[in-house]
């Protein structure tokens, strides 16, 4: 009876740590690690069921995925609350299904929308993962990433991961993965002592200032403030005359009481355009606090 006991007490353990919820009924979220019954219960299913059903995978792929997809296992990342994760996941099913994968192989974690726990789950598991955008579906053979589909797809997802398993494929938003591979190498002073030379060498894959923006985002919220602002001071390189650009580096120079500096971003902003008013109260705060 005992051993029963706890069996039984482990067997509920286990299924109340999946699909736990947070919010009010209309902001419900799910976080941590979740299943396919987690995103078929409502509300979830009103999305996911229906985008599940209405993706057709490609038939040659799939038959190529079957032949090697089991040496894998899959990670992925997503938010409940998340337009590309809501269009991508259900389609993710349909995929792994139709291949044969053993689902026992799939970890799925759900992360946070609120700022105090941007991108993060409760578990954390997005920790060194480098969780900037979701769903991040990351597929990994002999516990060793092999590659990551980003955000969204190159071609579709059946073949971006046909194209990761054939060791040919760069996802999206790779100027992220880079600066982040050299924030880990050096400290973000001196990775600030080089900006210009490695703005240079990233421009070919700066397409949008809210690339960095968002991992900026990501490394502040993390308290890891000085990497924060190294690459928002590169975002200002790569997009010298954006007014969003110069106005959040500007702006987290501001919450960092390094005020003169960030007086000198938000300058920058109205001489391109001169009656933003974000950066006119911004300056008339620093202004009203270095007189005081």
């Known amino acids: 009876m005992l051993l029963f006991l706890i069996i039984h007490s482990a067997i509920l353990s286990q299924a109340q740590s999946f699909n736990k919820r947070e919010g009010a009924a209309k902001n419900v979220q799910l976080v941590g690690k979740i299943n396919q019954e987690g995103l078929s219960a409502p509300p979830f299913n009103l999305w996911f069921v229906k985008n599940k059903q209405a993706y057709a995978p490609n038939a040659q792929a799939i038959n190529e995925l079957k032949t090697s997809i089991n040496e894998y296992t899959i990670t992925v990342f997503m938010g409940s609350w998340c337009g590309d994760s809501k269009r991508l996941v259900p389609r993710l099913y349909n995929i792994l299904e139709a291949a044969n994968f053993d689902l026992d192989r799939l970890t799925m974690v759900a992360v946070a929308r609120d700022r105090a726990h941007y991108k993060q789950s409760p578990g954390g598991e997005q ?12 597929l990994l053979k002999d ?85 924060a602002l190294a690459v928002l001071h590169l975002n200002t390189y790569l997009f010298p005359d954006n007014t969003t650009a110069l106005y959040n580096y500007g702006y987290r120079l501001m919450l960092s009481d390094q005020l003169k500096k960030a007086a000198i971003f938000f300058k920058k902003v109205l001489e391109i355009s001169p009656t933003n008013k974000k950066a006119l109260d911004a300056l008339s705060k620093i202004e009203s606090k270095l007189k005081s």
Not at 129 to 137: A, D, M, S
Not at 157 to 184: C, F, R, S, W
Not at 189 to 206: D, I, N, V
């Open 127 to 138: 920790e060194g993962q480098l969780i900037h955008r979701v769903p991040t579906i990351i």
């Open 143 to 227: 516990g060793k990433e092999k590659g990551r589909i980003v955000e969204s797809a190159i071609v579709s997802l059946e073949n971006d991961m046909l194209a990761i398993i054939q060791g040919a494929y760069t996802p999206n938003h790779h100027l992220v993965t880079l600066v982040d591979q050299k924030l880990d190498q050096i400290e973000p002073r001196t990775f600030e002592k080089r900006l210009k030379k490695y703005a240079k060498k990233l421009q070919p894959l700066a397409h949008s200032p809210y690339q960095l923006n968002t991992y900026a985002n990501i490394l502040y919220y993390d308290l890891q403030k000085e990497k």
